[in-house]
């Protein structure tokens, strides 16, 4: 037997008859019958209608047959949607206005749970992802901290082994450049033990991962690009597999480029390329690799136990290298989702908050608009149940429609949703984790069609129960003529004012975000941001010839300043510094320094930023008190330093400020850069007092700082800050040229970690600034919303009563009604119930403002409140009178033929 | 006059009401002496009740449909004994095995309630 036939056998099985098959077979049975009657005796005619009475109509016999058979409620439920589809073609103003009142809910609904599903739940494309965790150790006096620790290769097969680990990654980071172009381009390199492909489990959207085999003849020169970087330097081109790729002026091949969602590792910096590990022996000229792990554990091991277990390994480790480890520690297994969970969840729990509330006002606009309908369906709905519909019919067939509804909008939310879902990652992206990608896919599509039949019963249960319960006779007569008061206002008056007292609510968190958001902006910063750039270079680590020539203190000051010059000489640039890690809004390291040589039993801290004594002029940062160095103190190094107010306030109290002595241990590494004077042990003098900038986010109070020439410490890289005239941007290319002309192959970061911005840029990035950015935005339009959508409400219901009314006004302003009476009377349910909504909203408000404060960290302002109250009633009050207009408009005799 | 639908009125015996269930079981019945057309169906079983059975013309056509969807008959087209197109239902293998258990259920169920009814007072 074919395919075809098996196939064709199964659907015969299970298929119903088709309709004329079922009714040609009834009709010869009937006509088997006639004929018997006919035989004994009955003439044709009567044998006929006999026949039909006692078996029935052939007509009738094909919903005998789907009754039989299990398929009538089926029937029943496609006649109640097609009529349902009809009533809304029919309709088509109260469709739309339903619809899209729910196409807003479930849409921002939807697109919350995609965000979540993609940032709490499925994060990272990782294989056992749930299971990787991050080994970090916990410095015991600094415990909110956390450090991570590099292993030797040594020490990293002894963890392979380890009895709850499943497999260990070891990765390490550095910046590379790409040679062999015009510029130099800096870019970001993960080196990866050879293990990677089978940890990850992430299928490469071409070529292959990194293999084990990569690790013969120590490492093969082979690279895996990021997707992005894969984007910007080949244009995505699909036959990259097998060219070269010169780094570092070495030659890799490429095997493979990474999917998208593929961005490790977004902690430490997402790579550009990824490369064998083994290739750091011969590169560094290092005596061991170190790593830095990932661990994933075995299935069912719990975190407890896999501490309990790896916590002697790792002291063994600590007893090999003392220094890398603090003094007093322990280890910690960390999700790698843990980064994000604590503020993102806060973050989405409020953008939840506000998206039910947006649902509830839409299911609540959805019952108002089917009661206010409802009653110029009382008649249709009176012939139903007259001629034999039970309520439940009736009920079932209302709720079909409110359902057909929902699912409408269902369909265009989910729709809008996808765009809605990516607009907190556009606007907040440091806040969740580059590797969650929304799409949307099968769980987000259950909840969403689970959604839309929760919301249809749930906004069309009232109005169907309400409609279907009442006696036919009374209705059937016809509507009635005359001042006759509806029965079902109350019920919208209870929705109305539901509805008006959320719409507060969300109203009111909206004003409250966007008042702590341009709180935040208007915050003293204690430097100017605007038009200036940070510039980000890297000396060339990689270039023996290049690096020779500025291995002094003195030739790579010279370097840098000839950079500086060159920059500087660009028309249009006002003032260039130079400075490394002081970039605001979060600026230097955290370091421990002494006073006066004295060692406190408790050391004090403070940010210490290397900069030039331009710095300050640059950021406009303001003296205070003192000086700040010269250029010639500049180059030579000097033990000199300059603090910001923070500083002066907290140590103060017991010195002059400008008198004080400090050391700082944490400069005096064992790095031959050092200024190596004989002034090498001695305290750096304080010679000036600048005023705070922000240096610990924008939205934090500036802690303690101090400013020391950049040439007290020589890195491999510095920053320039660049002020011009207008929009630094402009003037990138030509610095770039300014750059090149000073050593052609220099080049200069661009994106990441250490990259090319402005400093207002610096600030956007900032993750306080950004959730209260997104919140502003977000709120806003969730409030705008909800504010349309019960505008919509209160505008139907006064519309759809004056509409039904239309001849009790005419009859009242006949009878000599004032105009304003009859006004009153058209918009006054309306009106109380807005009012007192408010007032409920009001009161609610104040209750959920001290829960809102503890997840905004801003509280309700009650100026914010009675703005937001005073927004929503005048917009009722329109929303009113605006259909109550058309009360007193109409000539009272045309009112009283309106029947 | 012969009617397989008997007239409330004038009952030539009391007309006995079938149990839930059991209109199935007596189709099957008929079926399995041989393939019959509906109506033939609703002849034979009038015929060997002795007309006594009150068969409602709905709950017979529901019967078959049921039936022939559990696939315990099947229906073919056919030529009726008068030249008509009919629709013939024969037992297939599925209905031979429920009519089978059927039989054996009935026939059990029905001693075992006979059994107890009949029981005198002082077999107690």
């Known amino acids: 037997m074919s395919l075809l036939a098996a196939i064709r056998k199964l659907w015969h099985s299970i298929a119903p008859r088709s309709h004329s098959d079922v009714e040609e077979e009834f009709r010869s049975t009937l006509d088997a019958y006639q004929e018997d009657l006919i035989r004994q005796g009955l003439p044709e005619e009567e044998a006929r209608r006999k026949a039909r009475i006692d078996l029935g109509q052939p007509a009738a016999q094909n919903e005998t047959y789907r009754d039989a058979i299990g398929l009538r409620l089926f029937d029943e439920l496609g006649g109640d949607i097609r009529y349902g589809l009809r009533a809304l073609r029919r309709n088509p103003g109260f469709a739309a206005v339903a619809v899209l009142s729910l196409t807003l809910g479930i849409g921002a609904t939807t697109a919350m749970f995609s965000l979540i599903y993609a940032v709490l739940l499925h994060p990272f494309p990782y294989a056992g992802a749930d299971r990787i965790m991050n080994p970090v150790i916990i410095d015991e006096q600094h415990p909110d901290e956390p450090s991570w620790f590099p292993l030797s290769k040594a020490q990293f097969d002894d963890l392979r082994l380890a009895a709850p680990v499943d497999s260990p990654l070891g990765f390490n980071n550095s910046h590379m450049e790409i040679t062999g172009g015009a510029l130099p381009e800096e870019i970001f390199g993960i080196y990866l033990t050879e293990n990677a492909g089978t940890f990850f489990g992430v299928r490469p959207l071409l070529g292959r991962n990194i293999e084990p085999y990569d690790a013969e003849n120590g490492g093969h020169s082979v690279v895996v690009l990021n997707y992005h970087f894969w984007q910007r330097h080949f244009g995505g081109d699909p036959h990259i597999i097998g060219q070269t790729l010169e780094i570092n002026h070495a030659p890799y091949t490429i095997i493979g480029v990474m999917p998208r969602s593929f961005a490790f590792n977004d902690t430490t910096g997402v790579g550009d390329v990824y490369l064998p590990g083994s290739l750091m022996r011969g590169l560094f000229n290092v005596p061991y690799l170190t790593y830095i792990p990932w661990i994933k554990l075995r299935p069912h091991v719990t975190l407890a136990a896999a501490n309990a277990a790896l916590e002697p390994i790792v002291r063994q480790f600590a007893r090999q290298h003392p220094e890398r480890f603090p003094d007093h520690w322990h280890l910690a297994l960390q999700p790698i989702i843990v980064p994000y969970q604590q503020e993102t969840g806060r973050t989405l729990t409020l953008l939840v908050a506000g998206v039910v509330l947006l649902l509830i006002i839409g299911c609540a606009n959805c019952s108002i608009l089917l009661l206010a309908r409802g009653r110029a369906r009382q008649h249709e709905l009176a012939i139903r149940s007259a001629i034999g519909a039970s309520r439940w019919r009736i009920v079932r067939q209302l709720l079909v429609e409110a359902v057909v509804i929902s699912c409408t909008g269902a369909v265009l939310g989910v729709a809008a949703s996808y765009w809605l879902a990516k607009l907190p990652l556009l606007l907040s992206p440091d806040s969740f984790p580059a590797e969650s990608v929304i799409r949307i896919n099968a769980p987000i599509l259950a909840f969403s069609v689970a959604l839309a039949l929760l919301c249809g019963i749930l906004f069309g249960l009232v109005p169907a129960l309400r409609l279907s319960r009442h006696d036919s006779a009374s209705m059937l007569p016809g509507r009635q003529i005359g001042v006759v008061a509806a029965p079902a206002k109350h019920r919208w008056s209870v929705l109305i004012a539901a509805q008006v007292a959320l719409t507060l609510l969300l109203v009111a968190t909206a004003g409250t975000a966007i008042r702590s958001f341009l709180h935040l902006m208007q915050m003293p910063l204690g430097y100017d941001p605007a038009n200036v750039m940070k510039l980000g270079i890297m000396l060339h680590t990689h270039d023996p010839g290049e690096w020779g020539r500025i291995q002094s203190r003195e030739a790579r000051t010279a370097y840098i300043e000839q950079i500086r010059e060159k920059i500087a000489s660009v028309p249009g640039v006002s003032t260039v510094a130079v400075g490394t890690d002081a970039t605001p809004p979060y600026t230097g390291t955290e370091s421990s320094f002494n006073i006066d040589g004295t060692r406190d039993r408790e050391q004090p801290q403070a940010r210490v930023m290397l900069v030039d004594q331009r710095y300050f002029a640059a950021l406009r940062i303001s003296v205070l008190e003192g000086r700040i160095w010269n250029t010639d103190e500049n180059t030579r190094g000097d033990f000199i330093a300059v603090v910001n107010h923070a500083f002066a306030t907290r140590y103060r109290s017991s010195f002059n400020t400008l008198a004080l002595q400090l050391s700082i241990p944490g400069l005096t590494s064992k790095n031959h850069y050092q200024v190596t004077s004989a002034q090498s042990t001695a305290a750096r003098q304080i010679i000036g007092v600048v005023g705070d900038a922000r240096n610990d986010g924008v939205d934090r109070p500036v802690v303690p700082a101090i400013y020391v020439p950049y040439t007290a410490v020589m890195l491999p890289y510095v920053q320039f800050f660049v002020r011009t005239q207008g929009d630094p941007l402009t003037y990138l290319h030509a610095i770039r040229g300014a750059i090149a002309s000073v050593a052609s192959d220099q080049q200069i970061s661009n994106g990441g970690f250490n990259g090319t911005f402005t400093l207002n840029e610096a600030i956007e990035r900032d993750a306080q600034y950004s959730r209260q950015r997104l919140f502003s935005i977000l709120f806003g339009v969730f409030s705008a919303m909800a504010l349309a959508l019960a505008l919509v409400g209160i505008f139907s219901v006064v519309a759809y009563s004056v509409a039904q009314r239309t001849t009790e006004f005419g009859v009242r302003l006949a009878l000599g009604a004032p105009r304003a009476h009859v006004l009153w009377v058209a918009a006054r349910i309306a009106l109380v119930s807005a009012a007192a909504g408010i007032v409920i909203g009001l009161a609610f408000d104040s209750f959920l403002g001290a829960v809102l404060a503890h997840w905004m960290q801003s509280a309700f302002a009650a100026g914010s409140l009675f703005a937001a109250a005073a927004l929503l009633a005048l917009s009722a009050l329109l929303a009113c009178l605006l259909p109550a207009r058309h009360a007193i408009a109409v000539p009272p005799a045309e009112a009283l033929r309106h029947e | ?124």
């Open chain 2, 1 to 124: 006059m012969y009617s397989p639908f008997p007239h409330r009125g004038e009952p030539l015996t009391k007309p006995v009401e079938l149990p839930q269930g059991t209109l199935e079981m007596l189709i099957l019945k008929a079926v399995s002496l041989g393939p019959l057309h509906g109506y033939g169906i609703l002849l034979r079983i009038q015929q060997i009740s002795g007309e006594r059975l009150e068969i409602l013309q709905g709950s017979f056509y529901t019967a078959i449909y049921r039936l022939e969807r559990r696939v315990w008959i099947k229906g073919e087209w056919g030529e009726s004994e008068n030249n008509r197109r009919a629709r013939f239902y024969s037992l297939t293998a599925a209905g031979t095995r429920q009519l089978k258990a059927e039989t054996a259920k009935w026939t059990d169920m029905a001693a075992v309630v006979a059994g107890i009814l009949n029981k005198k007072a002082d077999e107690i």
